[in-house]
């Protein structure tokens, strides 16, 4: 099905007093552990796996991978098999909350060392030859990209559209389907993410599009004391959670370019609220 979400305006003091209108897309809404972009790229990936004759799904991530606990949960509510790959033979189902509740929901785990799981090529091609449907880490494949395209049904009334990046494919979608309207800003949570413009270039055909590196703020996964009070105060004007490794830091990113005039007085920005609240569940975010 297709499914829209509410946009909600912004009303920071900081938004504001900049007279920039900034809007977000709600997609963390959808679902606790099936938000945002998740929901979006498992969306065309299990009509698929539903559509052949498969035993079960097998996908990737890490420690913390918003993408593992969706797919657990989607695939529990289907009642469907599946299995993650996950990054670090030296964890386990308890190592954290979020691995934890993938196997509340029926996940089965297997964890892999960080130099096997460099090669997920290899391991991808191992379990589809085990007659698997497989879905590679984060859903980056053209179902997840497909998805992504129905995130925004209407550009034409925003200048800008504002979406963080980590695989390339939410933000390949967008562009995709804006069909050259809006400005899509792609906030890379990667350092050194330069690398991700030819990933894009690889699928999209319109050029609308700036992919911004300097706004991963310390690096992926990094959320220090200055971004987790940036995203306090955001949470405690608008009343919205944001997650310390994406959406957080791209509001982040957007303020600045505010600051700077990039984005001007009088325009109209939506931002792409991608879910991924289980990142707030890191002990890493609760000791920032």
Not at 124 to 132: F, L, P, T, Y
Request: proline share 2%; net charge neutral.
């Amino acid at each position: 099905m297709f499914l829209d979400t509410p946009v909600q305006q912004i009303h920071t003091e900081f938004i504001r007093s900049s007279k920039v209108e900034v809007f977000m897309k709600r997609d963390d809404l959808i679902h606790p552990f099936i938000s945002g972009n998740k929901w979006r790229k498992l969306k065309y990936n299990i009509e698929a796996f539903k559509s052949q004759d498969k035993k079960m799904i097998v996908t990737f991530g890490g420690a913390f991978s918003n993408h593992l606990i969706a797919t657990a949960a989607a695939c529990a509510q289907q009642s469907i098999s599946c299995l993650g790959i996950v990054r670090g033979d030296e964890l386990n189902r308890n190592s954290n909350y979020v691995l934890r509740l993938c196997e509340e929901f029926g996940m089965k785990l297997q964890f892999v060392s960080r130099d096997e799981y460099r090669d997920k090529g290899l391991l991808e091609e191992k379990w589809k030859e085990k007659d698997c449907f497989v879905i590679p880490e984060g859903g980056d494949n053209e179902n997840g990209r497909r998805g992504c395209e129905e995130i925004v049904p209407a550009y034409t009334s925003y200048e800008h559209v504002v979406v963080s990046v980590g695989t390339g494919t939410t933000f390949s979608g967008i562009i995709q389907a804006s069909n050259g309207c809006s400005h899509i800003h792609g906030m890379s949570a990667v350092g050194n993410g330069a690398y991700l413009n030819s990933v894009v270039n690889d699928y999209v055909q319109h050029s609308n599009w700036t992919l911004h590196t300097n706004y991963a703020y310390g690096g992926f996964g990094k959320c220090d004391k200055e971004q987790s009070d940036f995203n306090t105060r955001f949470t405690r004007e608008t009343g919205i959670l944001l997650d310390p490794v994406y959406t957080g830091k791209m509001i982040r990113g957007l303020y600045h370019m505010i600051e700077v005039g990039e984005i001007k007085s009088g325009e109209r920005v939506l931002c792409i609220h991608t879910g991924g609240l289980t990142g707030l569940l890191s002990e890493r975010w609760l000791n920032s």
